[in-house]
């Protein structure tokens, strides 16, 4: 069973609305929680990164949140863009010393004009 | 600056063939990292090189070997491919290990 899980699978929404994706994870001990954003067809890029000590970090129109009582993470995405059409993954870092991580299978978002 | 370079792009292969999938990164990290991803699965980690002269395994090795050759070169070889190793595969680079990994555009690789 993977511990990170994310949903939706996929989503489509329109272009200059927000939209909210949500990941959870049982994976302990916990490093860090980090949000990449997936082109088809190209590498992730990361977005964030979160120690368990912080709640919220934001990158331009991406707001992470990070609940590590409840094991918990969401990015928003603000008046979406086509260009924020992409695969959204949520990855955990395992405390460990060579920081393994856990990979989401990522939510696909659709933006339509 | 190109990041993260793997080559080839694309490549098909028969069933028993071998070959080696070549990373480049000019950002001079430290650790570099091979993974696969299929899909509906998130990224699993084949192998990695913390620092320039080690290796180690990660959570799916079986049938791969890899090579540091130096600290900005990291190869992954398939001796023996088979088909249930078709997959994309990605390098990938960071400073530390707990910093954001850097990726490159990855590697398609369908074995027939």
């Known amino acids: 069973k993977n511990q990170v899980e994310q949903s939706p699978q996929s989503l489509i929404i329109l272009e200059g609305k927000n939209c909210t994706l949500q990941?959870?994870?049982?994976?302990?001990?916990?490093?860090?929680l980090r949000w990449y954003k997936q082109d088809t067809g190209r590498g992730p890029v990361s977005l964030t990164i979160?120690?368990?000590?912080?709640n919220t970090k934001s990158n331009g129109r991406y707001t992470a949140t990070l609940d590590a009582d409840t094991k918990q993470s969401s990015l928003h995405i603000t008046a979406s863009q086509l260009s924020d059409s992409a695969s959204y993954i949520c990855?955990?870092?395992?405390?460990?010393?060579?920081?393994?991580?856990?990979f989401g299978a990522g939510t696909q978002v659709v933006v339509t004009p | 600056n190109a990041g993260v370079t793997q080559t080839p792009k694309f490549q098909v292969l028969k069933t028993g063939q071998s070959m080696t999938l070549q990373c480049a990164q000019d950002m001079n990290h430290n650790s570099m990292y091979w993974y696969r991803q299929d899909p509906g699965m998130g990224l699993r980690l084949i192998y990695y090189s913390a620092s320039e002269g080690t290796t180690d395994k990660g959570e799916v090795p079986n049938g791969y070997n890899v090579s540091r050759l130096n600290k900005r070169e990291f190869s992954l070889r398939l001796e023996s491919a088979a088909p249930s190793q078709t997959s994309v595969y990605f390098c990938?680079?960071?400073?530390?290990?707990?910093?954001?990994?850097?990726f490159g555009d990855g590697t398609r690789l369908s074995i027939l």
């Open positions: 979160m120690t368990f000590s912080e």
């Open positions: 990938a680079s960071s400073e530390t290990h707990n910093q954001p990994q850097h």
């Open positions: 990941c959870n994870y049982t994976v302990s001990p916990f490093s860090n």
């Open positions: 990855v955990v870092s395992v405390t460990d010393s060579w920081g393994k991580l856990q």
